[in-house]
């Protein structure tokens, strides 16, 4: 495997184990939330979703987001196969780019964010794209059992 292969892997790895955690909650606990100033289930679902999208933005630029407007916006909170429906070919489109790069472009492609003060290089940035999902799966987790919900296992 390349490393783009192995980026693509590892994308693909945390969105199968995101899916198999979502799916394994109760609907009627879509809502529920720890605190007043925490995410709802759905709501970090849709977040996790529509930040891959900002960061497939970002990407794309290179790093200026110049005057983005999210597809999510107004958009209703309803289920976790419409969120997953809804971002699939956003999803698509992410994947679809990330096939088009290459070994010499993981390392020397730059993305410049001079607004939070970054400046990364590809490959570099990708892997922060990834643990963003993985670090809110994390979460999702303790939501759950802090609720005391059955966690779906995700180790496989």
Do not use: C
């Amino acid at each position: 495997m390349n490393s783009i292969e192995i980026i693509l892997l590892n994308f693909s790895e945390i969105r199968r184990r995101s899916i198999k955690l979502w799916n394994g909650i109760p609907e009627e606990h879509l809502h529920w939330k720890p605190d007043k100033g925490a995410f709802s289930i759905i709501e970090k679902i849709r977040h996790v979703l529509e930040t891959e999208h900002l960061f497939h933005k970002i990407v794309e630029n290179r790093g200026n987001l110049g005057d983005y407007q999210s597809p999510w916006n107004g958009l209703e909170y309803s289920d976790i196969d419409n969120e997953l429906n809804f971002a699939e070919a956003y999803r698509a489109k992410f994947i679809k780019m990330i096939e088009g790069f290459n070994e010499l472009d993981l390392q020397t492609i730059r993305i410049e964010r001079s607004e939070v003060g970054q400046s990364k290089i590809l490959g570099d940035y990708l892997n922060r794209i990834a643990y963003h999902e993985s670090v809110h799966t994390g979460q999702m987790l303790d939501y759950l059992r802090t609720f005391g919900i059955d966690r779906p296992l995700i180790w496989d």
